[in-house]
């Protein structure tokens, strides 16, 4: 009887300090709290087919080859193309696709990956890819596998209209629709953030009713959106206006730069683009001046150093964490705004102030936090709960040796 | 149609309410002279209107892109052309009587830059009255018969493949050459295809095959193309053709000297295609020339008065003018230029625009009375050429296949120089590469511009949607005139029997009255029916006389007048017997034959408006006043007012000119003087519209009716 009875008190007995633990933690870590941005994801899409329509390939893979610059690996980009420019028949290069006249750049290489191409790209595909909706055989390239802490660039160029834009001369994606997929999106805990940059004409009305998301369209209602230049040589425009600043914008910086999204957004001359870019910022939580352009156009994460190679958190440790992080960096933001205001015009190298801050207060495995709580002692609850904790093996031991 | 509407308002006449369309319709009727003075009066302003409503064109199609890319020809290619041109030239290549010897230069500068080569072998075909195919698609499972091996002609056929292409489309550039006796002009259009076609072989955007044929022209153009054409969309799977080429040796000698010569094997003795034909160019170049600049002439009327999609026509103005700096013509009636009545309509349009653009300022609709008068001209030609349904240039052939061609004639400013030679190679060569590279990007057919305009100018035109109206407004009195008729027709018979009869036989004898004089207009339909058949036969009659053989043109058109008439006498002996007996009665009725005739009349105009607009309306104008005015001699000759001598003398004038011949002649008469008119000239005129098939042919003997009522 004993035995029986014994290995299930046991069970009671370990399970308290567990509970105990828990609470105590629990109690720390704020629930309400959004997730750390851990990762970026870039959904580039080109919904135009014919030769004619050259330049929104072009623009497409010209986005493609600056966010992979700025450090988002190929299987965080959905790239999808509607036509395939670099093999049409009509190609004076073959296999080469150029966003400039001079020909300097092919963005065409050997490391592009696309993920849809030709009549895969249709509206149905590119809503799934938002919500996540697969069909099982899908693999995993082709999915937008982002989780609550990601930071997803949409990016859309082709033929639009009023509240739509044209998918492969066939069919339309209406901007309820799109408002519909991020509002999935976000039920879903897929983005942490989105930014949805649009090309084409009246490019702002698309999003007019997308909530939770920073958006930037190449023109107003009403207004067209043009190409930049026609290339006499291969015959085609081979470059969208509102594309070819934003990519001028982007060649000047590398993946260490701090230019913040309103210093894009700001970038865009509604002389030398015959349209007016159009941002719309009211349903995005942070300030502009405060957002790096690289939070969605690159991938500059911060490195948390640890002590040990494998720090064994579980998750809600990190999301207690990343409480304190957050408190550290808007001190920082604030530091690093003055800095701006300073120096206004050029931006700030300075090496990651977040690492700097994470370095001091990331020292952190169990031990040390619990070393750290006992220090502060402050919190007499607390107090009770680390000492009911260490008398538990005490209990259990004497249980044990009684028997 | 007009007929059973008026039953319905006779049905409805003692309600009380009536709805508004039919009292719209009652009183137009009521009120149909004037509404038919209006209406021809506007619609022949509307067609005088025309060219002040004219648009200016725009390339429709997004994917032609013309001028977007630079052109590549070079010196280097325009002098391998000119070194074409100087073989040709050279007075060694004529020696040969048949001309084999420049065709084998031809199809060895073809090989030499890489491309397919092939002769076709063809027998001109002569040009035959198939009374039954009007409508029908171009014969093309015609039998061979046994020609002769001396006539035969031979077209050179180069083809480049697109290098990254699927080969299902092709471009065709057309240059007709006379080995015989050709010019330096022909000579000269073959150097710049050929400064194209080498620059074409080194390319790498073609996506559509190019083909370039060297058509022999010395059985005409057109037949030279339309042989290659037939050949080219009806494949021969047996070999029943070989044997009648073996047994020329001529042509076989020459295919053998080839195949020996030419070690490659991209010659080929068989005939070559390449995938479907999306657009068609026929290049010539003019020798002489008089005009102090540089002009491209563009013809595009085809057999029927089908034109080439508009976009085509766009391309090449756009591209001659903007980017080769060349004059560009469409063909004008050169004789209305000068025409004074013209240059007058021309200023009172000019200062009504200014009047209106006074009144409000968005009004703009007013052209220089000088541009008025070539855009009239140039409507004109472009009406006459639709409505004869000939086309001009062999570009023709090509739309019986719906391939959309235009010819292009450059006509250079003359000098012998060589620098002046280079410079046209030049521009030619690029302009043609212009127009291949822009239709070569195109995806579909041509579709998204017009295929029903008429145009003005080389960038302006009128569209279905504005011609259309002058041609309603003019053909608008005829449904009502015909109502009108008939319904007086029936009346007044109404009347002089209700006065005979007395009251109480009424209610017995109207319903059965009225059911006989409802069916009355079929005896006055019967009359027609029987002026129509007449019709018919006469129209069949050329394509029985054209079978006795060596008869001169003048011996045959009296032959066919002759018949004519005697078939009259028979189908009026034969048939219209009874109508004879009724004599009494038959000018009662006239009105009712009238009134049918009118409706017969406006049917068969909208159909042919449907058909081949130009023909319509120009039918339409000479056919409209006449039905219209249209009375008995007697009737006008009895009443011996100053109204009905007038209305009897138009008649008789309207009657005359309406008559093919006598319009013929007029119009001969005009252009060229009376003096050389001569019957036979008809009947040549006539035999080439039978050779085109054209639906002229059939509205000519329908003008032919209505004189037979008059």
Same mark, same amino acid.
């Given at each position: 009887?004993?035995?029986?009875?014994?290995?299930?008190?046991?069970?009671?007995?370990?399970?308290?300090?567990?509970?105990?633990?828990?609470?105590?933690?629990?109690?720390?870590?704020?629930?309400?709290?959004?997730?750390?941005?851990?990762?970026?994801?870039?959904?580039?899409?080109?919904?135009?087919?014919?030769?004619?329509?050259?330049?929104?390939?072009?623009?497409? *893979?010209?986005?493609?080859?600056?966010?992979?610059?700025?450090?988002?690996?190929?299987?965080?980009?959905?790239?999808?193309?509607?036509?395939?420019?670099?093999?049409?028949?009509?190609?004076?290069?073959?296999?080469?696709?150029?966003?400039?006249?001079?020909?300097?750049?092919? *963005?065409?290489?050997?490391?592009?990956?696309?993920?849809?191409?030709?009549?895969?790209?249709?509206?149905?595909?590119?809503?799934?890819?938002?919500?996540?909706?697969?069909?099982?055989?899908?693999?995993?390239?082709?999915?937008?596998?982002?989780?609550?802490?990601?930071?997803?660039?949409?990016?859309?160029?082709?033929?639009?209209?009023?509240?739509?834009?044209?998918?492969?001369?066939?069919?339309?994606?209406?901007?309820?629709?799109?408002?519909?997929?991020? =509002?999935?999106?976000k039920e879903k805990h897929r983005f942490k953030e989105l930014l949805i940059m649009v &090309?084409?004409?009246?490019?702002?009305?698309?999003?007019?009713?997308?909530?939770?998301?920073?958006?930037?369209?190449?023109?107003?209602?009403?207004?067209?959106?043009?190409?930049?230049?026609?290339?006499?040589?291969?015959?085609?425009?081979?470059?969208?206006?509102?594309?070819?600043?934003?990519?001028?914008?982007?060649?000047?910086?590398?993946?260490?730069?701090?230019?913040?999204?309103?210093?894009?957004?700001?970038?865009?001359?509604?002389?030398?683009?015959?349209?007016?870019?159009?941002?719309?910022?009211?349903?995005?939580?942070?300030?502009?001046?405060?957002?790096?352009?690289?939070?969605?156009?690159?991938?500059?994460?911060?490195?948390?150093?640890?002590?040990?190679?494998?720090?064994?958190?579980?998750?809600?440790?990190?999301?207690?964490?990343?409480?304190?992080?957050?408190?550290?960096?808007?001190?920082?933001?604030?530091?690093?705004?003055? *800095?701006? =205001?300073?120096?206004?015009?050029?931006?700030?190298?300075?090496?990651?102030?977040?690492?700097?801050?994470?370095?001091?207060?990331?020292?952190?495995?169990?031990?040390?936090?619990?070393?750290? =709580?006992?220090?502060?002692?402050?919190?007499? &609850?607390?107090?009770?709960?680390?000492?009911?904790?260490?008398?538990?093996p005490l209990l259990v031991i004497s249980t044990w040796l009684v028997q | 149609m007009a007929e059973t509407k008026e039953k319905s308002l006779s049905d409805e006449k003692p309600k009380p309410r009536v709805r508004p369309i039919v009292r719209l319709g009652i009183f137009l009727i009521s009120h149909s002279f004037h509404v038919s003075v209006v209406c021809c009066t506007a619609g022949v302003l509307a067609l005088f209107l025309l060219p002040v409503l004219a648009k200016n064109t725009y390339i429709s199609e997004n994917a032609l892109m013309p001028g977007s890319a630079s052109p590549m020809l070079s010196n280097q290619h325009v002098s391998d052309g000119n070194r074409l041109v100087k073989d040709l030239t050279n007075p060694n290549s004529k020696s040969s009587e048949t001309g084999i010897e420049s065709h084998k230069i031809i199809a060895q500068y073809m090989l030499d830059l890489g491309a397919e080569v092939s002769f076709h072998k063809f027998h001109p075909q002569m040009n035959q009255f198939h009374p039954l195919h009007f409508f029908s698609s171009p014969d093309s499972g015609k039998i061979q018969e046994n020609y002769s091996c001396s006539s035969y002609g031979i077209n050179t056929v180069g083809i480049i493949r697109a290098p990254h292409g699927d080969g299902k489309e092709a471009i065709v550039l057309v240059t007709p050459y006379n080995a015989l006796k050709s010019g330096f002009g022909e000579a000269l259009s073959l150097g710049i295809a050929y400064s194209v076609f080498s620059l074409l072989t080194q390319v790498t955007w073609l996506a559509k095959d190019i083909i370039w044929l060297v058509a022999d022209s010395q059985?005409?153009?057109?037949?030279?193309?339309?042989?290659?054409?037939?050949?080219?969309?009806?494949?021969?799977?047996?070999?029943?053709?070989?044997?009648?080429?073996?047994?020329?040796?001529?042509?076989?000698?020459?295919?053998?000297?080839?195949?020996?010569?030419?070690?490659?094997?991209?010659?080929?003795n068989s005939f070559r295609r390449a995938g479907t034909m999306a657009s068609a160019l026929v290049l010539k170049v003019r020798d002489q020339n008089e005009q102090f600049e540089d002009t491209i002439s563009i013809y595009a009327e085809a057999s029927n008065g089908q034109m080439p999609n508009l976009d085509l026509i766009n391309v090449v103005n756009y591209l001659a003018v903007h980017r080769q700096g060349l004059r560009v013509n469409v063909e004008k009636l050169w004789s209305l230029l000068n025409s004074s009545w013209l240059k007058s309509l021309g200023e009172i349009f000019e200062s009504l625009a200014k009047v209106a653009k006074s009144l409000y300022p968005k009004w703009k609709f007013g052209i220089p009375a000088t541009e008025y008068v070539e855009g009239t001209a140039t409507l004109a030609s472009s009406l006459y050429y639709q409505a004869l349904g000939v086309p001009t240039g062999p570009h023709g052939a090509f739309r019986d296949y719906q391939v959309d061609a235009i010819t292009l004639e450059i006509s250079p400013k003359f000098s012998l120089d060589k620098v002046w030679r280079n410079d046209i190679l030049l521009r030619g060569g690029r302009l043609i590469e212009g127009v291949i590279r822009s239709v070569n990007n195109l995806l579909e057919k041509f579709h998204q511009s017009f295929f029903l305009y008429l145009l003005t100018s080389p960038s302006k035109f009128v569209s279905v949607g504005v011609y259309m109206i002058a041609f309603a407004l003019l053909i608008a009195p005829l449904p009502m005139v015909a109502a009108s008729l008939y319904v007086d027709a029936n009346s007044s018979s109404n009347c002089s029997k209700g006065d005979s009869s007395t009251p109480s036989a009424i209610t017995d004898t109207d319903e059965h009255s009225i059911a006989i004089r409802s069916w009355r207009w079929l005896n006055s339909a019967k009359?027609?029916?029987?002026?129509?058949?007449?019709?018919?036969?006469?129209?069949?009659?050329?394509?029985?006389?054209?079978?006795?053989?060596?008869?001169?043109?003048?011996?045959?058109?009296?032959?066919?007048?002759?018949?004519?008439?005697?078939?009259?006498?028979? *189908?009026n002996s034969v048939l219209?017997?009874?109508?004879?007996?009724?004599?009494?009665?038959?000018?009662?009725?006239?009105?009712?034959?009238?009134?049918?005739?009118i409706s017969s009349v406006f049917i068969g105009l909208g159909l042919m408006s449907v058909i081949n607009f130009a023909t319509a309306e120009i039918g339409a104008l000479l056919m409209v006043p006449m039905c219209l005015l249209a009375q008995p001699l007697k009737l006008d000759v009895r009443a011996g007012t100053l109204r009905s001598f007038c209305r009897m003398i138009c008649n008789l004038v309207l009657g005359h000119i309406a008559f093919p011949p006598a319009a013929f002649f007029l119009l001969k008469g005009m252009l060229d003087g009376f003096g050389n008119a001569n019957v036979g000239d008809f009947w040549m005129w006539v035999e080439s519209l039978w050779a085109w098939n054209s639906a002229t042919y059939l509205f000519i003997v329908e003008v032919t009716y209505i004189f037979s009522h008059g």
């Open positions: 009887m004993e035995t029986f009875i014994n290995p299930k008190s046991l069970f009671h007995l370990l399970l308290l300090p567990c509970l105990l633990l828990y609470s105590s933690i629990a109690y720390n870590s704020s629930p309400v709290e959004a997730a750390m941005h851990t990762n970026n994801w870039a959904v580039l899409v080109c919904t135009s087919r014919f030769w004619f329509n050259y330049r929104h390939m072009a623009n497409t *893979l010209s986005l493609y080859r600056t966010v992979k610059r700025l450090g988002i690996p190929d299987e965080r980009i959905i790239l999808m193309l509607a036509d395939d420019m670099a093999c049409n028949t009509r190609n004076k290069y073959p296999a080469q696709v150029f966003n400039n006249e001079n020909h300097r750049l092919n *963005l065409y290489g050997d490391n592009v990956e696309v993920d849809y191409r030709g009549y895969e790209v249709t509206v149905e595909n590119f809503l799934r890819v938002l919500t996540g909706r697969h069909e099982t055989a899908v693999p995993r390239s082709k999915r937008l596998l982002s989780d609550e802490g990601s930071h997803i660039l949409l990016y859309m160029t082709g033929h639009g209209g009023d509240e739509f834009l044209k998918f492969q001369d066939s069919e339309e994606l209406q901007s309820h629709d799109l408002a519909d997929a991020v =509002k999935q999106m &090309d084409t004409c009246q490019a702002a009305t698309l999003f007019n009713q997308s909530p939770g998301v920073l958006a930037i369209g190449s023109s107003m209602k009403g207004e067209n959106s043009y190409s930049h230049h026609l290339d006499s040589d291969v015959g085609v425009s081979v470059v969208d206006r509102f594309t070819y600043y934003t990519l001028a914008f982007f060649e000047r910086l590398n993946i260490y730069d701090n230019a913040s999204l309103s210093s894009l957004f700001s970038s865009y001359n509604p002389s030398l683009l015959m349209s007016t870019a159009y941002y719309r910022k009211d349903l995005y939580k942070r300030r502009l001046e405060e957002v790096p352009v690289t939070n969605f156009f690159g991938s500059v994460m911060e490195t948390i150093h640890t002590d040990a190679a494998y720090k064994a958190l579980s998750r809600r440790n990190s999301g207690r964490f990343e409480d304190e992080m957050s408190l550290d960096q808007s001190v920082h933001h604030i530091k690093r705004r003055m *800095l701006i =205001k300073v120096n206004d015009g050029d931006e700030i190298h300075d090496i990651n102030p977040e690492l700097l801050q994470g370095e001091e207060g990331a020292s952190k495995c169990p031990w040390s936090t619990f070393r750290k =709580k006992f220090q502060k002692a402050e919190n007499v &609850d607390s107090l009770l709960n680390y000492g009911l904790v260490a008398m538990i | 059985y005409g153009e057109y037949a030279a193309v339309a042989a290659w054409l037939r050949e080219y969309q009806t494949p021969k799977f047996s070999s029943l053709s070989t044997p009648n080429a073996e047994m020329c040796p001529d042509v076989n000698n020459l295919f053998e000297l080839k195949g020996h010569s030419i070690s490659g094997s991209k010659f080929s009359l027609v029916f029987i002026v129509h058949l007449w019709g018919a036969i006469v129209s069949l009659l050329p394509y029985f006389i054209s079978q006795i053989p060596d008869c001169s043109p003048t011996t045959s058109f009296m032959i066919w007048v002759l018949l004519s008439i005697l078939s009259l006498l028979t *189908l219209a017997s009874p109508l004879a007996c009724a004599k009494a009665t038959q000018e009662k009725e006239w009105a009712l034959v009238k009134s049918v005739t």
